[in-house]
């Protein structure tokens, strides 16, 4: 029978934890910096909470990354995510103790807006997510408020990006 971690291990695990979700804070608040110095409108999302979804129980789930911001930035998503097409996107993604931190920048060339949205999920709950994406060809990220109301959904035709130790093919560059 394994021994419980002890406090000392438990309050590191959580430290580097914690230090990896402030650099993403930090690392989301330095690309918006750098996409305004650029002449782009830049709109930061927080989230309270992102966890992975796999099979569809509802019309609007599609495998992927569910975001739930908290109620005074919601109308803030909606505004940018209502006006604009992001047909293209980046990830910066990181990894510490089974957690993966993310930052998705959702990107308008048209109207020169990006929205990034951070978040972190636990990489172990991710099984159906990754599965379903890789059966679909798609994975989604999902913006929902905290009493579920969907505020918008976008595809994403690359998984890699989203998803630690996922082989690069021929087709995803």
């Known amino acids: 029978m394994s021994q419980p ?6 309050r590191e695990r959580s430290g580097a934890v914690n230090e990896a979700w402030e650099r993403t804070i930090e690392e989301t608040e330095l690309i918006a910096d750098e996409r305004r110095e650029q002449g782009w409108e830049a709109v930061t999302i927080p989230t309270v909470h992102t966890s992975p ?5 509802e019309a609007e789930d599609q495998p992927g990354l569910v975001h739930v911001v908290p109620d005074n930035h919601a109308e803030a998503f909606t505004d940018v995510f209502e ?13 510490v ?31 159906g997510m990754i599965s379903a994406a890789m059966e679909t060809e798609a994975i989604y990220t999902h913006v929902k408020t905290i009493d579920g109301t969907l505020l918008g959904s976008i595809r994403h035709e690359l998984l890699t990006p989203f998803v630690p130790g996922l082989e690069h093919d021929g087709d995803e560059s």
């Open 5 to 10: 971690p002890d406090d000392a291990r438990i």
């Open 53 to 57: 979804t796999g099979e569809p129980r």
């Open 83 to 95: 006006a604009g097409e992001f047909p293209e996107f980046e990830v910066y993604r990181n990894e």
């Open 97 to 127: 103790e089974g957690n993966v931190f993310v930052v998705t920048e959702l990107v308008d060339p048209e109207t020169k807006t990006v929205v990034l949205i951070r978040g972190r999920y636990d990489f172990s709950l991710a099984e």
